[in-house]
């Protein structure tokens, strides 16, 4: 049985320009705003380190578990939920980030760990952001977890970018491969 090869040529326009120009330009517009978003973070994370801290109460510390299902099957992912409240010149701030980067996962001892740090009730020393103490984290710093988000959106911006030099090529070869044989 052969198999069929599906040049250039056969390929509908509306596909050509979508594998050309759309399909690459979706993976450099998603990995330019992950990316944004993760230096953003990891701006923030290293300037909470000169933040001023006050000190909080846990209101809140649970395993939230979230349960997914795909065509690859079904997930389970935990997190750590840690509720927290600060009172700062009379207005009481309320946060949940224990550290820039927090993460699920599906094994639910990293998230139990950062629950029996925090346990209901504690008092601990909350960060803030002194000109919006409304950006507020337990953990001040940067950590490992807060490299993955820049990192994804440069892999994936850095994927879009190849995709679109080198998809326009390969299909310039093809058409070009595919006239030789004709003209043979």
């Known amino acids: 049985m052969g198999t069929v090869k599906l040049s250039s040529k056969q390929m509908p326009q509306w596909m ?15 990995g330019a705003v992950v990316a944004f978003w993760g230096i953003r973070g990891l701006v923030r994370a290293k300037a909470s380190l000169q933040w001023p801290s006050i000190q909080g109460q846990i209101l809140e510390s649970s395993v939230e578990r979230h349960h997914s299902s795909g065509s690859n099957g079904s ?4 997190h750590a939920e840690i509720l927290y409240k ?8 309320n946060g949940n980030r224990v550290a820039y980067g927090d993460y699920g996962s599906s094994n639910p001892s990293h998230a139990r760990q950062i629950v029996n740090k925090y346990p209901k009730n504690k008092i601990i020393t909350v960060y803030y952001m ?17 490299w993955f988000l820049p990192a994804f959106g440069i892999i994936f911006f850095t994927v879009g970018c190849l995709m679109a ?3 326009p090529r390969a ?7 595919k006239q030789t044989e004709e003209v043979f």
């Open 16 to 30: 050509k320009f979508f594998m050309l120009r759309i399909f690459p330009l979706i993976f450099v517009v998603v």
């Open 75 to 78: 997930s389970t992912t935990y």
């Open 86 to 93: 600060f009172i700062l010149n009379d207005t009481t701030f």
């Open 130 to 146: 002194p000109d919006n103490p409304e950006e507020c984290l337990l953990e001040p710093g940067v950590k490992m977890q807060s």
């Open 165 to 167: 030099i080198f998809i």
């Open 171 to 177: 299909i310039r070869k093809q058409e070009f491969s």
